[in-house]
């Protein structure tokens, strides 16, 4: 007798994916809390204090300039940042949530957002290329194609490789006709 485990195998590339998604949704709410924070002035002041003393005792002026960045901004666009990572957090967590799950529509949306920002990956790329830059858009372009690939098998054969000990469908028997006359 098989176990549940056995019965029921899980494909290892989309669980990644899944995993890859729901660490986004935990990077973009912390991000939207950031934004969200920083509307308060007395947040934005510590922020502030904290880059100047990080970059003054580490050399990292980048960390300043960053920090001065964002405390610069007024509090529409900062609010405007943290709506739209909450937004992204939400689609991030819809598709690892859905992925994990091995629904189908969920690697039609995994597509569709992740193909759709493929373009912008490449502009980057080209513009200001950097080797992370890089290395996302190969991610991105195999997860894309890896989903088009297993969205492009019939769904029959996708849900017996998910139940191997479901049988197939029977054809059903045409009905008789009647020769009485």
Excluded: C
């Excluded at 003054?56 to 300043?64: E, S």
């Excluded at 943290?82 to 091995?102: C, K, N, Q, S």
């Excluded at 049988?167 to 028997?173: G, M, R, S």
Aim: hydrophobic fraction near 45%; proline fraction near 4%; charge should be positive.
């Amino acid at each position: 007798m098989q176990n549940k485990e056995q019965s029921h195998r899980r494909d290892r590339f989309i669980q990644a994916i899944a995993i890859f998604k729901l660490l986004k949704t935990i990077l973009f709410l912390l991000a939207a809390l950031g934004a969200f924070g920083l509307m308060q002035q007395s947040v934005a002041d510590r922020a502030r204090e904290w880059g100047s003393d990080l970059a003054f005792t580490t050399g990292q002026q980048l960390v300043r300039k960053i920090i001065m960045m964002l405390t610069g901004l007024s509090r529409s666009k900062i609010g405007a940042l943290g709506i739209g990572a909450v937004f992204y957090a939400a689609l991030f967590a819809t598709e690892g949530i859905g992925l994990w799950r091995e629904k189908r529509w969920a690697e039609y949306l995994t597509v569709a957002a992740t193909g759709s920002l493929i373009p912008f990956e490449i502009w980057e790329i080209f513009h200001r290329p950097s080797p992370i830059k890089f290395a996302t858009f190969i991610g991105n372009v195999a997860v894309v194609i890896y989903l088009i690939y297993r969205l492009r098998r019939p769904d029959s054969e996708t849900k017996a490789k998910r139940q191997p000990n479901a049988a197939p469908e029977a054809a059903q028997p045409e009905p008789e006709q009647s020769i009485a006359g």
